[in-house]
Nanobody, 120 residues
Framework: QVQLVESGGGVVQPGGSLRLSCAAS????????LGWFREVPGKEREFVAN????????SYADSVKGRFTISSDNAKNVVYLQMNSLKPEDPAVYYC?????????????WGQGTQVTVSS
């Protein structure tokens, strides 16, 4: 069973940086895709970025390109989301998610989320 545990959320000033971590267990195949999503009350959960566990190929939402970087440490089974130049529209609960393959549409596994607040 895949389990995902996020950490690293907090309060940061506009323009600041924050790094989220997602500790993953139960990834039995290198084809898994790990993703980050975010959600604010009243809005649909939004895709942020993903990475293929084996090859490291990444994908980003247009809203975060150039500011956020997703990476993985396969030896530690951790996926990171480095967030730079944070904007007032970035606050949300950030979720880590996993699916078995890039060809699968839905993410089957989700973490509990970590809150990111941008405030001066």
């Amino acid at each position: 069973q895949v389990q995902l545990v996020e950490s690293g959320g907090g309060v940061v000033q506009p323009g600041g940086s924050l790094r989220l971590s997602c500790a993953a267990s139960g990834l039995t195949s290198s084809s898994y895709v790990l993703g980050w999503f975010r959600e604010v009350p009243g809005k649909e959960r939004e895709f942020v970025a993903n990475i293929i566990w084996s090859g490291g190929r990444t994908s980003y939402a247009d809203s975060v390109k150039g500011r956020f970087t997703i990476s993985s440490d396969n030896a530690k089974n951790v996926v990171y989301l480095q967030m730079n130049s944070l904007k007032p529209e970035d606050p949300a609960v950030y979720y880590c998610a996993a699916k078995r393959s890039i060809v699968i549409t839905s993410y089957a596994y989700w973490g509990q989320g970590t809150q990111v607040t941008v405030s001066s």
